[in-house]
């Protein structure tokens, strides 16, 4: 005799005829101005020892960082991601026979003033065997826009239910429950897309001027939100 396999799937709660039920499903979509911006800094040396390549590459980070802190409360978060020096065997010749070593250091910047950060990257790119990526434009995690987002949601929901209702001739009578999409049988997330397109950027020192500031356009945006609703309503008069 085998043992039948339990649903693992949540009842629905269905109506009756003393009170019927309506599903609905709220969705908000919105475009909102992004809050921060996010660029990605890689420093490089090349030398023909180690002890050369390291000198140069703590030089130049340091002139990165000492740089990017200028801009003060414009920069809300500044962190170095990694760190290598890296041999360059020779092509040819026999044994392990070293030809240079290779050093690079990422950094990332976040900002806030948008304002600054056209003429920060710039000034950055400028700089000797320096790559800039970037930006990338975001909300933060607790951003405003996320809870309207979620309340718009529920708002419509909530009018699609009574338009329903409405159009059978009666009201609602109360909710039921409301929730997340995928709330009752949650899977993992899966990796975010990143907040923005990215470009890139790497030019040499210049001799004499400096370049002029790019003009960067924060880019709007998206923000999404889905709530299952269920209410139930006065019988209608069919």
Same mark, same amino acid.
């Given at each position: 005799?085998?043992?039948?396999?339990?649903?693992?799937?949540?009842?629905?709660?269905?109506?009756?005829?003393?009170?019927?039920?309506?599903a609905?499903?709220?969705?908000?979509?919105l475009e909102?101005?992004?809050?921060?911006?996010?660029?990605?800094?890689?420093?490089?040396?090349?030398?023909k020892?180690?002890?050369?390549?390291?000198?140069?590459?703590?030089?130049?980070?340091?002139?990165?960082?000492?740089?990017?802190?200028?801009?003060?409360?414009?920069?809300?978060?500044?962190?170095?991601?990694?760190?290598?020096?890296?041999?360059?065997?020779?092509?040819?010749?026999?044994?392990?026979?070293?030809h240079?070593?290779h050093?690079?250091?990422?950094?990332?910047?976040?900002?806030?003033?948008?304002?600054?950060? &056209?003429?920060?990257?710039?000034?950055v790119?400028d @700089?000797?065997?320096? /790559?800039?990526?970037?930006? #990338? #434009?975001?909300?933060?995690?607790?951003?405003?826009?996320?809870?309207n987002?979620?309340? $718009?949601?529920v708002?419509?929901?909530?009018?699609?239910? $009574?338009?329903?209702?409405?159009?059978? &001739?009666?009201? @609602?009578?109360?909710?039921?429950e @409301?929730?997340?999409?995928?709330?009752?049988?949650?899977?993992?997330?899966?990796?975010?897309?990143?907040g923005?397109?990215? *470009?890139?950027?790497?030019?040499?020192a210049?001799?004499?001027?400096?370049?002029?500031?790019?003009?960067?356009?924060? $880019?709007? $945006?998206?923000?999404?939100?889905?709530?299952?609703? *269920?209410?139930?309503? /006065?019988?209608?008069?069919?």
């Amino acid at each position: 005799m085998t043992t039948p396999t339990p649903d693992s799937s949540p009842a629905v709660p269905y109506g009756t005829p003393d009170a019927p039920r309506i599903a609905v499903r709220g969705e908000a979509r919105l475009e909102v101005d992004p809050e921060i911006a996010r660029i990605g800094v890689t420093v490089a040396a090349r030398g023909k020892d180690r002890r050369t390549a390291l000198d140069d590459l703590t030089r130049r980070n340091a002139t990165v960082l000492d740089l990017i802190k200028t801009y003060g409360d414009a920069v809300e978060k500044l962190e170095t991601g990694s760190f290598s020096i890296t041999p360059e065997l020779k092509e040819k010749g026999r044994g392990e026979r070293i030809h240079a070593y290779h050093g690079r250091v990422r950094i990332t910047a976040e900002l806030t003033d948008f304002t600054a950060l &056209g003429e920060l990257t710039t000034r950055v790119a400028d @700089l000797d065997l320096t /790559h800039v990526d970037g930006p #990338w #434009w975001a909300l933060r995690l607790n951003s405003p826009a996320y809870r309207n987002a979620r309340q $718009q949601a529920v708002r419509e929901a909530v009018q699609r239910a $009574q338009e329903y209702a409405e159009a059978l &001739g009666t009201t @609602l009578a109360a909710l039921v429950e @409301l929730a997340d999409i995928g709330a009752e049988n949650a899977q993992p997330l899966a990796p975010a897309a990143p907040g923005g397109r990215m *470009r890139s950027m790497s030019y040499a020192a210049a001799e004499d001027t400096a370049a002029a500031p790019l003009d960067l356009e924060p $880019q709007r $945006q998206r923000v999404y939100a889905q709530v299952n609703a *269920r209410f139930t309503m /006065h019988p209608p008069q069919l």
